[in-house]
């Protein structure tokens, strides 16, 4: 095979197309097309479904963009080999969080070093940000559990409270403190399956013979928190997740110690990308001083 036919194919699945694919390749679309055609003819396969002007990947595309994801990242790792000596690295740094909170700090550390680098950050459960992972959609991720996995490297952020969660006077007056045994007496906003904090509530919850379900089911922590903000329920959320919302009153459970230990993880055959060599050294930092 050609590694100009493996460049073609890579770019239009990462560009969605082949006249973007062109652009980003600065040669004509014709060639594109005729370059991806000889792939898929020398190798009797379909890689694209073209339909109606849209371009998608076949299952046998999306497995050939995993492989050539890994193999422009190696490229680009080797020629990072012979630039070892640039102070400041530069690219773009793609972050999944269940929240931001937890890598505020070394992200603005990593940034003060490598002013070059963009840095994106977005938020999701935990199985999503482990596709996404996997599926060489980020760098970078941080879940609210710890994780072990073959191919998966993680770092301890340390261990946060679950609280409850309610809107400022949905409550008695002078409350301060929830019994968890007791919960099941209000209505209760849960996030969405797939949810860290969800799974540990209902995983005590078990283990103390409770029954809670939730009167509301949310996709996604700010939307949880406007639900219960508007008197709605009661709501679940880590300690290092609150900020500073004045519409909600934060509650600790004075008969259990639930939480949650924060863990960054990446995986195991991307550790030597300078990128994210160089942020875990800014995380490493900041933990280190946390503990100090």
């Known amino acids: 095979m050609r590694y100009s036919h493996l460049r073609a194919f ?15 390749l600065n040669i ?30 076949t299952k046998a595309g999306e497995a050939l963009f995993r492989l050539t994801s890994e193999m422009f990242e190696v490229e680009d790792r080797i020629a990072a080999l012979f630039d070892e000596n640039r102070a400041a690295l530069s690219g773009h740094l793609r972050i999944m969080a269940d929240s931001a909170m937890h890598i505020t700090a070394a992200v603005s550390r990593f940034r003060a070093s490598n002013p070059d680098v963009f840095v994106t950050i977005r938020t999701g459960n935990t199985e999503d940000l482990l596709r996404r992972l996997r599926n060489y959609e980020a760098e970078i991720g ?11 490297d993680a770092v301890d952020l340390g261990r946060t409270p679950i609280l409850g969660l309610a809107g400022k006077g949905y409550l008695r007056k002078g409350t301060r403190a929830l019994r968890f045994r007791d919960l099941a007496r209000y209505p209760l906003v849960f ?17 103390l013979g409770l029954s809670l379900m939730p009167a509301i089911e949310v996709e996604g922590r700010e939307a949880m928190r406007e639900v219960v903000a508007s008197g709605a329920g009661i709501g679940f959320i880590s300690e290092a997740e609150v900020g500073h919302d004045r519409r909600l009153l934060t509650l600790p459970f004075e008969d259990v110690d639930i939480g949650m230990s924060e863990s960054l993880v990446t995986l195991s055959a991307r550790c030597d990308v300078p990128l994210i060599r160089g942020f875990l050294k800014s995380v490493k930092r900041v933990v280190a001083q946390a503990k100090v």
């Open 10 to 24: 890579h770019h239009v699945a990462l560009h969605g197309g082949f006249s973007s694919a062109a652009r980003a």
């Open 28 to 57: 004509s679309q014709p060639s594109v097309s005729d370059q991806v055609r000889q792939l898929e003819q020398r190798h009797d396969v379909l890689l694209f479904s073209r339909e109606a002007r849209q371009v998608r990947m």
């Open 142 to 152: 941080v879940i609210g559990n710890s994780v072990t996995a073959p191919d998966l």
């Open 191 to 207: 996030r969405e399956a797939g949810s860290r904090t969800r799974a540990i509530v209902e995983e005590e919850a078990m283990r």
